[in-house]
């Protein structure tokens, strides 16, 4: 498969044929992600993508799944991705879901019908960053979104049926913002509904500007502690129905679980880890 560049896919994509069709992310603002800042944004060339998908034809007859990188796919024009999902069901006919990244300006690029036709060609599965629900610290981030506007989209993908996965980022709020940034979050969660939150935890990287702000003492981080109320307070005020994904590498206590089923049992466990009766991630093994 033709990658350019670093390729990141949400983990609950790990079997899936990895398909590049945008390299990098046509915002790549975001103060935080350092995940395609070597990347200048653009779509791969439709003769590219083609012998990749020959490619998968010959040799992914047992992934069932395919997740289309770079960082917004969504944001491919709707003509271009009504094409190339109908090729996918021409060449990979086992192919039972296509996800993909979107951000909320690439769903407001899409019309409601439009988002309806890729449903009918296949479209399952839209993973959306909300990273935050407080306003304050969205703009802080240059995330280029507000709480608003995340909840719309999220309402444009729910009223055209498609599974919608929402992330969110602990401690992006600092110290000083990190009440605010739990009770936004929950309270914006709660309106957007997504089947699936993922929620992990911000490590700050050198090649970004919130990097930097951390090395030159301008960002403070919330302690491991401090993170964990986070997300207490997060999951305490959750109403909606949901899966829970606060497992990822990043974490300093996973934990994972369905609201409202198991919200008793995933508070208990963070409060194990708070009264130091479970373990945290020791820092060396925390990874993005
Ligand atoms: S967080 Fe998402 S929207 Fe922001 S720069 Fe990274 S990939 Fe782009």
Redesign the pocket.
Known sequence: MDYDGQIIRPPSEAQSIILQVTVG?S????TF?G??KEKLFSIKNAATIKKDLNFAATFCARQKRIFLAD??ALIVPFHRLEKLFVVIREKLPWVTRISLYA?ARSIRSKTEAELQRLKELGLDRVYL?LESGNDEILASVK?GETASTMIAAAEKIRTVGLFLSVTALLGLGQVILSEAHALDTSRVLNQMKPRQIGILTLMPLDNTELGQHVLQGDFILPTPEELLRELRLILYHLNCTTQIHANHASNYVPVTGRLPRDKAKLLHEIDEALHGNRKMVPEMLRSL
Do not use: E, F, M, T
């Open positions: 992310c915002h790549n603002k975001c992600c995940a395609y960082g917004d951000s960053g995330k």
